[in-house]
């Protein structure tokens, strides 16, 4: 018997052995694609309108981070305290059903962080600090929301899910992808991510050369793997 698993085992894997080269292949092109998309945006950023660039940067978060299955506008959200509706700017859905938000911004210079220190920190602009406000808003909005925003943004997209595919209000997480970090000093760097990991837990900050890195660092390992 352990003859034949052993031959058995030799089989398949000579078999199922022959998708990877295949798949790694044709992730290596999709990541060069990306970079490539990525770095001409970023060259040619006053040609685009905000809408526009977020559509475009939204397709490349999708690509980058495959847990997002889909992606919706203008979504809405139930204020518990007067009981207005608001309107997330982007709503995304995992493939489990649950439900993140991402704000994204055009890369303006000195979006970020302070040029100059106050009392020996470089602090978070406004830009940054009242997005950061704004995310942890909606993600208050939701959370009291509960299984009421479920059913009523389930119902809303019902025609753009799965069948039987329910939305669920778990936790969500913000998601900001704004700024440029190439032109920071090793202390407004530091002072910076020291902002990001205070809220981690919730909201994530993604800078545009954090993308690029992350593509770039991806696209290396996959040719490694090659050698």
């Known amino acids: 018997q352990r003859l034949f698993d052993k031959y058995l085992n030799k089989k398949l894997g000579s078999k199922n052995g022959t998708i990877f080269p295949v ?49 919706f506008r203008e979504a809405p959200v139930r204020n518990p305290i007067d009981g207005k509706k608001k309107f997330i700017d982007i709503l995304l859905v995992d493939f489990t059903g649950n439900i993140d938000l991402i704000e994204i911004k055009k890369p303006f210079d000195n979006c970020i962080v302070s040029q100059r220190q106050y009392r020996d920190n470089f602090i978070p ?43 669920k209000i778990i936790n969500p997480k913000g998601l900001i992808i704004m700024g440029r970090g190439i032109s920071l000093s090793p202390d407004q760097r530091n002072d910076f991510e020291i902002v990001k990991r205070k809220y981690h837990n919730v909201i994530d900050i993604i800078t545009y050369d954090d993308l690029l890195e992350r593509l770039r660092f991806t696209i290396a390992q996959f040719e490694s793997d090659q050698t």
């Open 125 to 167: 602009i406004k830009e940054l600090s009242g997005t950061v406000m704004q995310l942890e808003k909606y993600i208050y909005y939701l959370s009291r929301w509960g299984s009421k925003g479920e059913d009523t943004l389930t119902d809303k997209y019902r025609d753009k899910l799965p069948h039987g595919f329910e939305l």
């Open 23 to 71: 798949v790694r292949q044709n992730e290596l092109q999709k990541y060069h694609l990306l970079l490539k998309k990525l770095e001409d945006m970023l060259s040619h950023e006053s040609q685009y309108s905000e809408h526009n660039w977020q559509t475009e940067i939204l397709q490349i978060i999708l690509l980058l981070f495959p847990k997002y299955i889909h992606a």
